[in-house]
Antibody, heavy 120, light 112 residues
């Protein structure tokens, strides 16, 4: 069974940084586009970032562009999200998500999420 | 304000049929991009329910169906069960000012 396990979330002060990790298992990680999707408390889902299978292409939501950096290590089957200059609006649960195909494709497997709280 | 519009909530009794709409525009659903649906039980991660407008992943009961037309899509659930009470989200791709994955705001299904 496909498994995605996020880690690295926690409490951070406004303006601070955090690095999220996602450990993938039981599928050919290097063959899939990967994503981060977040959910603010009591709110809906918001796409954050996408990285192509070989890291050639990366995409970001306007709200995080210039502050967040997505990366991956295919031999280690890991996905990362470096988050800088965090604000209260970045608070939420961050999900590591697999995409089946190219842009517009569905998110077929989700991790359990890691919570991020930005507060002083 | 979500790019895809869903009703905040819908409700129906067990055994009944309920539909959830998802309205977009010419820059997403109307541009030919697929619509996908997710079910999220409170406190858990979202789960893929429908992909490619109308296809069910393995394990999803055929009580769940979906369709797409013009700039809208809809999810239908028949034979409603208590376990169906959850939040439902539609998702597509938008090529407006900037290209991005877009979600609906979510619809809370209440089983009366």
């Amino acid at each position: 069974e496909v498994k995605l396990v996020e880690s690295g979330g926690g409490l951070v002060e406004p303006g601070g940084s955090l690095r999220l990790s996602c450990a993938a298992s039981n599928f050919m990680f290097g063959s899939f586009r990967m994503n981060w999707v977040r959910q603010a408390p009591g709110k809906g889902l918001q796409w954050v970032s996408t990285i192509s299978s070989g890291s050639e292409n990366v995409y970001y939501a306007d709200s995080v562009k210039g502050r967040f950096t997505i990366s991956r290590d295919n031999p280690e089957k890991s996905l990362y999200l470096q988050m800088n200059r965090l604000t209260a609006e970045d608070t939420g649960v961050y999900y590591c998500v697999r995409t089946v195909g190219t842009k517009g494709s569905e998110f077929d497997f989700w991790g359990q999420g890691t919570p991020v709280t930005v507060s002083s | 304000q979500s790019v895809l519009t869903q009703p905040p909530s819908v409700s129906a009794a067990p055994g009944q049929r309920v539909t959830i709409s998802c309205t977009g525009s010419r820059s997403n659903i109307g541009a030919g991009y697929d619509v996908h649906w997710y079910q999220q039980v409170p406190g858990t991660a979202p789960k893929l329910l429908i992909y490619g407008n109308r296809h069910r992943p393995s394990g999803v009961p055929d009580r769940f169906s979906a369709s797409k037309s013009d700039i809208s899509a809809s999810l239908a659930i028949t034979g409603l069960q208590a376990e169906d009470e959850a939040d439902y989200y539609c998702q597509s791709y938008d090529v407006g000012l900037t290209e991005s994955v877009v979600f609906g705001g979510g619809t809370k299904l209440i089983v009366l």
